[in-house]
């Protein structure tokens, strides 16, 4: 059975920065596409960033660029997602999820798995 488990999330002030976790299990991310997406009360999941399985390569949203930083250990399985210089737009549920896809990039649809999600609520 396959797992994603984020962890990580919580109340921060605008201008912190924050950390979170993804841990896969029942599946290898080496041959797996990951990406962090969000959602924030009353608005459409939004794709944050992900990292080709093939690749490697981080890919983020414009509306992240420059304060996000995807990162990836195959050998824990686990993918992190570093936010610095938190804002109160920051706020939202946010998701990892995995990908047979070489390149699902933003395509929400591309993704097989997905975790529960872990709540960042950034206070101004």
């Known amino acids: 059975q396959v797992q994603l488990v984020e962890s990580g999330g919580g109340l921060l002030q605008a201008g912190d920065s924050l950390q979170l976790s993804c841990a896969g299990s029942g599946l290898m991310f080496k041959i797996y596409s990951v990406g962090w997406f969000r959602q924030s009360p009353g608005k459409a999941r939004e794709y944050v960033a992900s990292?080709?399985?093939?690749?490697?390569?981080?890919y983020y949203a414009d509306s992240v660029k420059g304060r996000f930083t995807i990162s990836r250990d195959n050998a824990k399985n686990t993918v992190t997602l570093l936010i610095n210089s938190l804002k109160p737009e920051d706020t939202a549920v946010y998701y990892c999820a995995a990908s047979g896809y070489k390149a699902p990039g933003s395509e929400s649809h591309k993704y097989d798995y997905w975790g529960q999600g872990t709540q960042v609520t950034v206070s101004s």
């Open positions: 990292s080709d399985y093939y690749t490697r390569r981080p």
